[in-house]
């Protein structure tokens, strides 16, 4: 039987020509060397509410087994593979509709955070067997990528057999050439990783019980 992965991601934002998260994801549109899976690319408005809309009326229509959005976080060296999702909007600056909320839930009411049902642990290794630098994180900030990983977790949270999670991903090489000593990863990486993070998450559905936590 053939399950649907979609994989989200976002427009330009703050300025940016791009965003390396679409660029990478683009290209995985009609990828079909996965037998029995389909995969679909969604991208997404860097706006908060607006962007939530979309992934779950994408949600509804393709009704897919996994799902991972991906977003940029200018400045992260690595893959990140985000593991808590908070309930809070805090937006360091305007999102593309120009609004900044500050210290608001993202759902009023709900629990303070969710935790990503993707096994980042087995992805991370993974992704590392496969020479690409990726790591846990425990922050996806508190911006619209944070707002959408927790409204998205939210929905799902009573249909634990959709794995979903969030994974940011670093500057390409042409915007960190703006940002003097940035890292950045090449979009044929970032698309990659995402190939390899898709296999691992249909393959392993446990999260190893690896020590790589954090520390500070
Ligand atoms: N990154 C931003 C929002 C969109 C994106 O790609 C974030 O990390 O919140």
Not at 71 to 76: K, L
Not at 172 to 189: K, L
Request: proline share 9%; aromatic share 6%.
């Amino acid at each position: 039987m053939s399950q649907t992965v979609l994989l989200a991601a976002f427009e330009p934002f703050n300025g940016e020509a791009l965003n390396p998260s679409w660029e990478a994801i683009k290209t995985l549109q009609g990828y079909t060397a996965i037998p029995g899976l389909r995969i679909a690319c969604q991208p997404l408005p860097c706006v908060f509410e607006r962007a939530l809309q979309v992934l779950e009326h994408a949600l509804a229509a393709l009704r897919p087994s996994v799902v991972i959005v991906v977003g940029q976080a200018g400045g992260r060296p690595d893959i990140t593979l985000e593991r808590v999702a908070i309930n809070l909007d805090d937006a360091p600056m305007v999102d593309n509709a120009g609004q900044q909320p500050i210290d608001t839930p993202v759902i009023d009411g709900a629990p303070a955070a969710y935790f990503t049902t993707l096994p980042v642990k087995a992805i991370a290794q993974a992704l590392h067997e496969n020479g690409i630098p990726a790591s846990l994180s425990y922050s996806a900030g508190s911006y619209v990528c944070n707002h959408v990983f927790y409204g998205l977790m939210h929905v799902l949270r009573h249909r634990p057999r959709v794995r979903a999670g969030f994974v940011h991903v670093p500057y390409t090489p042409a915007q960190a050439a703006y940002y003097p000593g940035a890292p950045s990863m090449a979009t044929t990486q970032v698309a990659d990783a995402m190939v390899i993070t898709v296999k691992a998450a249909l393959d392993d559905l446990q999260h190893l019980p690896l020590p790589t936590g954090a520390s500070h």
